[in-house]
């Protein structure tokens, strides 16, 4: 069992920049792959991206791919979203989950609740 927190989000300006966290608690943080997922009000969960457990891999959707960077410090059992050049369509709460590389979310075996990002015009 692994218990998920995420933090860093908040309101930011477009093109303005936010890193989020998250920590994870109990379980092997170190054996697990890792995504970030956002889902906006009224749209279904979307993948953003993935890591694997040695951060050797990743894979960012194409919608954030040079403006958005997922990295781990497994020492500190933390995973990243830089997210740069910020867009008020980015505006969504964003999950991190364990478990899986891949782009669905039925993939990932354990989720923590959220940390809102708002983009402003």
């Known amino acids: 069992q692994v218990q998920l927190v995420e933090s860093g989000g908040g309101l930011v300006q477009a093109g303005g920049s936010l890193r989020l966290s998250c920590a994870a608690s109990r379980g092997t943080f170190s054996t697990y792959s890792m995504g970030w997922f956002r889902q906006a009000p009224g749209k279904e969960r979307e993948f953003v991206a993935a890591?694997?457990?040695?951060?050797?891999?990743?894979n960012h959707a194409d919608s954030v791919k040079g403006r958005f960077t997922i990295s781990r410090e497994n020492a500190k059992n933390t995973v990243y979203l830089q997210m740069n050049s910020l867009k008020p369509e980015d505006t969504a709460v964003y999950f991190c989950?364990?478990?899986?590389?891949?782009?669905?979310?039925?993939?990932?075996?354990?989720w923590g609740q959220g940390t809102q990002v708002t983009v402003s015009s």
């Open positions: 890591i694997s457990w040695s951060g050797g891999r990743t």
């Open positions: 989950a364990a478990g899986s590389l891949s782009v669905l979310a039925t993939e990932y075996r354990f």
